[in-house]
């Protein structure tokens, strides 16, 4: 018998306001213990909001579900306390192998550059990441108000109004802003009679979580038309505990529920691995494609995240970690708008930022979907004859998609952008993620680290210097005083440090070369990590303007 997951029960609490406790109003509620309203409520916690979080269950999800964690989550996941869990834990890789029949079409690598903290892709059941997150959240005192649904949901000009019920009755709480991570089906969404459109997909596709030792390599494997699934696709990855994930593809007239049954489940497996194989089922389930989107994220003091604002296709893994950087957006935003030094105009850029990211996921997402699943005899010899070239010629391997990855989102489009008036080459256009880098804290500290486990939760101006002796060290630490304050950090090629400010070696000139970074250069980085501006030489007012522009207060000509 191999060892299979030991899930956890969350003890339910009599809420304080059944208990003849003062009723008082909470700055935020997020409804949804899954890893999106988990993270939101830990990015809470590093801005200084008081949040509590509220599910209808008392244990983390069944099944290896949100599988796949791409280098941006990671990184977030970093931010909030847990990455390094989820990477000893998970099975890295890069390489992606696509095959029609029995022969490989293409291979791909998702980091081909040296020098990242965080590698491509880490595979993680779901159940495991939800697992360390509640951990953290008890580590850092979140209240988790298990066994708890939210039964309706109303709104006033200044705070939202629920109503909860638990095993003890029904008691109604308020908050100043209400997240909702309720999931795909999201109650929430449903009772504000809020619509979520798009498509979805005419397709039923299968996952098996079968537990077995087995020796192929940590890869993604996806085959068009195998041996033994004819004229299906299947995708095959490689899970924590000698678990592995299984997706056929079944057609549209496949019953969910008889495909789900043993008989039928364990037959496909051993078409696949070989009758000799020994295996267990953990989990079994089937699923339809949809590509779905609200048209606004934030409604009034409600915003909604993760699938209760968007859906997509499994193929890609564009789901989970697209909602964990919808928190990464939107906590720093609700900070200053709850802080009053923000208005709540910052709150709708939210939406517009995320809602771009969705619509790349689902154009992405739908593409995919369209060349897993043709839906007409010419799209299918379309697609047979790309995936035929794609074995001899490297111009039809662009073409064959079966499923383009998560990559985090470039919003260079946002109002909070500040456009170049310096002449730049490279990737790190304002609006875009932050690249990594190793580096070494001021200079003479013997452990190496990297660049963005120092940036983060706050406005932050990154100058880049190779002669530190210029530096104005004065005028760098003003910038702390401002409003909304900005953090300096001097990145050098030496290995010196200025006093008081935080200076990183740029080991092995990959900030330089990533950056596109001269002396003098400086960047003025968000608090997620997002670029907002660029210069190739300090000046305090433009820096100033752009902060303000990062938080909707600058004044209008």
Known sequence: MLKTYSYPKYVYHRPPELSGAV?????????????????????????????IVIDDDDTVSVGSRGL??????????????????????????????????????????LLPEPDHKRPGMINLQQYYLEEYLVNRCNEVGIEIRWKNKVVSVAQA????????????????????????????????????????????????????????????????????????HRNQSVLLHREA??????????????????????????????????????????????????????????????????????QVSPFGARGANSGVQDTDNLIWKLKLVIDG?????????????????????????TRSTDFITPKSNVSKQFRTAVLQLAQKHAFARKLVNSGRL????????????????????????????????????NGHDPVDSWLLDHIGNRFQLIVYAKDLSRIDSAALSGLRQATIGVEPVIVTSGSDAVPGIRTLHD???????????????????????????????FDSKLIQAAVQRATCTLAKA
């Not at 990455?83 to 293409?106: C, H, L, P, S």
């Not at 997706?247 to 489940?265: I, M, S, T």
């Open 23 to 51: 009723s008082r109003r909470y700055p935020v509620v997020i409804v949804g213990a899954g890893p999106v309203g988990l993270t939101a409520a830990l990015d809470c916690h590093l801005h200084g909001i008081p949040a």
């Open 68 to 109: 796949c964690y791409a280098k941006r989550a990671l990184e977030v996941l970093d931010r909030v306390g847990v990455g390094q869990a989820v990477v000893d834990k998970g099975v890295e890789w890069n390489v992606g192998r696509t095959f029609f029949g029995e022969k490989e079409v293409y291979h791909f690598n």
């Open 157 to 228: 000009d200044d705070h939202a109004s629920l109503q909860v019920e638990t095993a003890d009755g029904v008691y109604g709480i308020e908050c100043d802003w209400l997240i909702v991570c309720d999931g795909a089906r999201s109650p929430i969404r449903s009772m504000m009679g809020l619509d979520i459109d798009g498509r979805i997909f005419m397709d039923r596709f299968l996952i098996a979580d079968v537990v077995m030792k087995a020796d192929f390599p940590a890869e993604r494997w996806f085959w068009f038309d195998p041996p033994f």
């Open 241 to 310: 505990d000698n678990v592995w994930r299984i997706d056929f593809q079944l057609g549209w007239d496949a019953d969910p529920q008889a495909e789900k049954q043993p008989e039928r489940v364990i037959p496909r497996i051993q078409a696949m691995l070989g009758k000799d194989r020994e295996f267990e089922l953990e989990w079994v389930s089937v699923y339809t494609f949809q590509c779905r989107r609200m048209n606004r994220f934030n409604h009034g003091r409600v915003m909604f995240a993760g699938d209760a604002a968007h």
């Open 341 to 365: 030094k923000a208005p709540a105009a910052l709150l709708d850029t939210y939406s517009d930022e995320r809602c771009w990211a969705a619509d790349e996921n689902i154009l992405n997402s």
């Open 406 to 441: 998560s990559v985090p989102a470039f919003y260079t489009r946002s109002q909070l952008n500040t456009p170049d008036i310096d002449a730049f080459t490279g990737m790190m256009e304002p609006g875009a993620p932050m690249d990594d880098a190793p580096v070494r804290v």
């Open 507 to 537: 080991l092995r000139g990959r900030f330089a070369q990533r950056y596109d970074a001269a002396d003098g250069t400086v960047y003025l980085a968000r608090p997620d990590q997002h670029v907002a501006a660029r210069w190739r030489t």
